[in-house]
């Protein structure tokens, strides 16, 4: 399994971006899959996740509307619509493969695969 983060770069407060995770494996079908981030000198937290079959997805409070996760499962990707950014939003984002199917957990430990990561910079 593996996985790609893309989709980070600079952008001014109020601003948007879509990250999108590619998936190479057999499983992204039948597995939930999550956004986490981890900003300089802070622990990695939840974003967002959604279940195999995009029927039940999840935020964390700081994210709630404006924040999308949505997944393509002939395309084996999962995006993430970021919208009005604010500069708190800076951080490595990291998409992750749940071990699970129909519960988008948000607790990192229930994730066994992650992706290397893409930077996301919010200026103000």
């Known amino acids: 399994v593996q996985l790609q983060a893309s989709g980070g770069g600079l952008v001014q407060a109020g601003g948007s971006l879509t990250l999108s995770c590619t998936f190479a494996?057999?499983?992204?079908?039948?597995?939930?899959m999550g956004w986490f981030r981890q900003a300089p000198g802070k622990e990695r937290e939840f974003v967002a996740a959604?279940?195999?079959?995009?029927?039940?997805?999840r935020y964390s409070d700081f994210v709630k509307s404006r924040f999308t996760i949505a997944r393509d499962n002939e395309k084996n990707t999962v995006n993430l619509q970021m919208n009005n950014l604010k500069p708190e939003d800076t951080a490595v984002y990291y998409c992750a493969r749940g071990r699970g199917s129909t519960y988008p957990d948000r607790r990192a430990q229930q994730y066994d695969s992650w992706g290397q990561g893409t930077l996301v910079t919010v200026s103000s």
């Open positions: 494996g057999r499983t992204f079908r039948s597995s939930t």
């Open positions: 959604i279940a195999f079959n995009s029927e039940n997805s």
